[in-house]
């Protein structure tokens, strides 16, 4: 290695896939997220379900992070510091179809072969929605995340009728 | 009493309770302070998360907002009052089965909720456990164990068909 770094500067890597399916609200520009899967590389998942409810709930984290939850700042002051501002997934929220899958590669160099899984499911969900925005509405949006005013505003400028700047 | 402090009287969990309250403090606080219920816990504080679900009178509300004279001659469940000495609530263990949490902060809210449901609407569909639920929230985000939990809950609790 020629980094500077530990040749082991990780025990591993966590290696994951998300897809989706999503409604887009049109006139508000809210996403509705109605079905994810998530692939997940767990190693030797010990304890099956457990791993899939990892997967599964760091991909509706992860959903959260990319179409409702934002800090607002104003003057260095977070001004949406409550759960009323700062919206986190309800039960309302979550696809109706959320799945898991489980691909195990025994790690080498881990206990029984397990790895650390608990992110594996959050690096997928804000690409897919946003692609799957972008293959909906032909609209790419590269801010996240997908509020419903700034997927609005993306919806109305490329129809060429803008709403008022901000 | 000149700063306000009232004596309460009130049954907790089935047994007779008696606490000294000042006005502006909430259920939560008392029940944790005089009575080491720790259930039952405040993480919002503003009555939009469900974590300090209590049960006040067979209706489950949000102990944060609830100020603790008020619980004066009420009746008064948390869910430490669920299991029967080491026999749990069907709903506790179907949520110990379906592995329905991660951390467990919003666990005794979701399970009293789900009790109240369950007593409302024996055989909840999917959409009515989402739309009664939606009130308490997990960060953890175990939405869908919670779910299976609430049904394995609603089939233990059936009546045994003959």
Redesign the interface.
Known sequence: MTTGQSSNVTPFWMIGATAVEISVDTETGRITVDRCVTAGDVGRAINP??VT??L???A??AI?ASISEVMVFERGQIVNA???DYK?????D?P?D?TAELIEEPHPNAPYGAKGVGESGSFGPAPAIANALADATGVRVYEMPLLPERVLRALRAAAGAPLEAE | MADGRKMIRFTLNGRPAATDVAPHENLIEVLQRDFALHGARVSCGQGLCGCCTVVVDGVATSGCLFLAPFADGTSIETVEGLAHGDTLDPIQTAFLENAAFQCGFCTPGFILMTRELLDRIPDPSDDEIRHYLSGNLCRCAAYPEIITAVRAAARDRAPAKA
């Open positions: 379900a457990i409810a990892q599964n709930s760091a509706i984290m959260g409550s759960l009323a986190i997934p309800s039960f309302l979550i109706r959320i």
